[in-house]
Nanobody
Framework: QVQLVESGGGLVQPGGSLRLSCVASGSIFDINAMAWYRQAPGEQRELVASITGDGRLNYADSVKGRFTISRDNGKNTVYLQMNSLKPEETAVYYC???????WGQGTQVTVSS
């Protein structure tokens, strides 16, 4: 059974940075494409970034140049480094194992002064 556990969310001021982590268990992690999504109140869940097993990257246009997705297969972990955060990026951020279509429980990111 695949399980994903996110961490690293919190309250940050506009322009600040956070790094989210997602630890996976129960799968052959290094071959799985992984992704980060976010969902703001009253909004649909949207793709933020994804990374394939061989390291190909994809980003939403709104985060290009500010966010970086990466993975450490030895630690079964995918990261999302978020810089220059904006208030409108306040949301619950979710990790997704794209092969097993399994979601984590989410971590809250609040960008506010």
């Amino acid at each position: 059974q695949v399980q994903l556990v996110e961490s690293g969310g919190g309250l940050v001021q506009p322009g600040g940075s956070l790094r989210l982590s997602c630890v996976a268990s129960g799968s052959i992690f290094d071959i799985n494409a992984m992704a980060w999504y976010r969902q703001a109140p009253g909004e649909q869940r949207e793709l933020v970034a994804s990374i394939t097993g061989d390291g190909r990257l994809n980003y939403a246009d709104s985060v290009k140049g500010r966010f970086t997705i990466s993975r450490d297969n030895g630690k079964n972990t995918v990261y999302l480094q978020m810089n220059s955060l904006k208030p409108e990026e306040t949301a619950v951020y979710y990790c997704l194992d794209m092969l097993y279509e399994t979601w984590g429980q989410g971590t809250q990111v609040t960008v506010s002064s």
